[in-house]
């Protein structure tokens, strides 16, 4: 089969590769066999160009876009590998904020599909390995490559990069990475190599020991982020927080504007003020005035969906994609930092989250909108709506996310505050 169209070459891949964002654990490979065969078979184009290797349980992205921002306003051509996506497939594979063209897609698909037959790929580990060759072939100068899930056996981790980064460890995926924190820990710490500074964003008593056996077996430095830089909030609008920076508590950045919203951003600005600091000389040298303007314009430059997006502002529509226990409990804290008279919630999760962690998370002074994400993964509405009743969260089923969201928009009054969250997948029918 020869495909001539983008959307015919997405349905091929959709159909023939196990896809975890849309059917879960069956599509997990829990090792890097298939990925370094698939590199071999290019090239081995993941030691073409320097890297960062990101992992974590939450902030991964948001840190991702801050260097690549901050990056770019430097001057570089900056490549930024993330997971998963929301509308578009390629929004896996950008270079300074632009996704990788439709054509290269396509061709990477015809030219390479039946010598990936014997390999049998997942869909995560083809994306990263299109990822990898689109970076070689033009020749960035650097990328940013975001673990999918875990680290040591991630598919990612087959790089060698100039610096790895871990923004923090919290519960989730648990049946892949282990029931405890430092179980997790020891997960994410696999991408730890060999002579190869690592950041760690948070320092958290519970897991430091598992973090310090690894670096020490590497022979490698390790630096956490908030021992060093802190990051103190001011204020924040829709489009913009505020920050002062302290380095070893001297004001190092005053009144830091940041296109990001929330008071938790201040730990992933940390991690990744912490991370630029480490880059060698001869790639970048951190300046102020494009450090400002980097942070100041991260979402257009990066082309960065899915965090505290603005959706309208009269009444006031949030979409976040916070989707795990700690990313959700931030969220929460967070939302009611908005003045509203109302607050509406448009909810969904995948059918693998652990309900009885995450439901008490939410208020239950909220009217509540659920439906189904359109993906094999979607847990059913019916299914969320009477165990959310079980912790006194009420409201009624929709057939769709949009039509969910419509519904809160035709209840809401102008004060009143709309948030569409629980999964990414419910995002990506909105944003």
Request: net charge negative; with cysteine; aromatic share 10%.
């Amino acid at each position: 089969m020869t495909f001539n169209t983008y959307q015919q070459t997405l349905d091929y891949l959709f159909q023939q590769l196990p896809m975890f964002q849309r059917v879960g654990a069956v599509a997990f490979k829990k090792d890097l066999t298939n990925i370094k065969a698939l590199c071999e078979l290019l090239g081995n184009p993941q030691e073409q160009f320097p890297s960062i290797h990101l992992a974590g349980t939450n902030g991964k992205g948001s840190t991702a876009h801050i260097l690549a921002s901050v990056l770019q306003a430097h001057g570089l051509k900056v490549g930024v590998h993330t997971s998963p996506h929301y509308r578009d497939f390629r929004e896996r594979i950008k270079i300074n904020g632009a996704l990788a063209s439709e054509q290269f897609v396509i061709d990477f698909v015809e030219k390479h599909k039946s010598a990936w037959q014997e390999i049998q790929p997942s869909f995560f580990e083809l994306a990263v390995a299109m990822a990898f060759q689109y970076f070689a072939e033009q020749k960035v100068d650097i990328a940013i490559i975001e673990t999918g899930l875990g680290g040591e056996l991630d598919s990612t981790n087959i790089i060698m990069p100039l610096l790895s980064v871990i923004t923090n460890i919290s519960y989730d995926h648990q049946k892949f990475l282990g029931d405890t924190l430092p179980e997790i820990a020891s997960a994410k710490a696999g991408i730890i190599k060999q002579n190869i500074p690592v950041v760690i964003g948070e320092k958290q008593t519970e897991i430091t020991h598992v973090f310090e056996a690894k670096a020490k077996t590497e022979n490698t430095p390790i630096l956490y982020a908030s021992d060093h830089i802190e990051a103190q909030f001011l204020s924040n609008d829709l489009h913009h927080s505020t920050f002062d920076i302290y380095k070893n508590e001297d004001l190092l950045y005053e009144k830091l504007e940041v296109n990001l919203i929330g008071n938790y951003q201040r730990l992933n600005l940390q991690t990744a003020l912490q991370a630029l600091e480490l880059l060698p000389s001869d790639l970048f040298q951190l300046e102020e005035e494009e450090l400002r303007t980097g942070l100041k314009n991260l979402k257009k430059s990066t082309h960065f969906l899915g965090r505290w997006q603005v959706l309208s502002e009269t009444p006031l529509v949030l979409a976040d994609s916070a989707h795990n226990e700690a990313g959700i409990q931030s969220a929460m804290q967070y939302l009611h930092s908005f003045s509203f008279e109302q607050l509406h919630i448009v909810l969904g999760f995948a059918n693998d989250k652990d309900l009885d962690k995450v439901l008490p998370l939410f208020p239950e002074n909220a009217t509540y909108y659920f439906a189904k994400a359109d993906v094999p993964r979607g847990l059913n509405a019916q299914i969320l709506m009477e165990k959310a009743a079980t912790f006194d969260l009420v409201g009624e089923t929709y057939s769709s996310v949009k039509a969910a969201l419509e519904k809160a928009k035709q209840k809401a009054k102008e004060e009143d505050l709309i948030y569409v969250g629980g999964s990414i997948f419910v995002l990506a029918e909105v944003v």
